[in-house]
Nanobody
Framework: QVSLVESGGGLVQAGGSLRLSCAASGLASGRTFGGYAMAWFRQAPGKVRECVGTIDWIGSTSISDSVKARFTISRDNSKNTLYLGMNNLKPDDAAVYYC?????????????????WGQGTQVTVSS
C-alpha cells in the first residue's frame, strides 16, 4: 500500500513562497516511484477539491490555469518525493494541499484516477 506524507505547509504572507514536499513509501513490489503518475490537489473550506498540477512517469507536467506561472510541480525519483513550488501566494491559494499517486503512468486532473492520497498539509495565506 502506497503511503504519502506531505510537508512544508504553513502560514505565509501574500506574495510569499512555499515549497511542499510529498514523500512516498510502500511502493508496489517491482515498481519504482517514477512509474506512478502524481498530482497535487487542494481543497478550501466549502469548495470542491481541485487539481493544481500533475506530473507523469516521464516528467511531463501540467499546471492549472489558476496557478500557472506561480506554481511548479516536480519530482525526484531518487528520493521518492514529489514537490510543489508556490510563488507569489495569494489569499485564494489558502487550502489543504494533498498529494496523490495513480497506478497509471499517465497523469490526469480527475480525482478518481488517483488511488493513493496523503493526509494533506495546510497552507494559510495572510493578506
Amino acid at each position: 500500500q502506497v503511503s504519502l506524507v506531505e510537508s512544508g505547509g504553513g502560514l505565509v504572507q501574500a506574495g510569499g513562497s512555499l515549497r511542499l514536499s510529498c514523500a512516498a513509501s510502500g511502493l508496489a513490489s517491482g515498481r519504482t516511484f517514477g512509474g506512478y503518475a502524481m498530482a497535487w490537489f487542494r481543497q478550501a473550506p466549502g469548495k470542491v477539491r481541485e487539481c493544481v498540477g500533475t506530473i507523469d512517469w516521464i516528467g511531463s507536467t501540467s499546471i492549472s490555469d489558476s496557478v500557472k506561472a506561480r506554481f511548479t510541480i516536480s519530482r525526484d525519483n531518487s528520493k521518492n518525493t514529489l514537490y510543489l513550488g508556490m510563488n507569489n501566494l495569494k489569499p485564494d491559494d489558502a487550502a489543504v494541499y494533498y498529494c496523490a499517486a495513480s497506478n497509471y503512468r499517465t497523469a490526469d486532473y480527475r480525482t478518481g484516477q488517483y488511488a493513493y492520497w496523503g493526509q494533506g498539509t495546510q497552507v494559510t495565506v495572510s493578506s
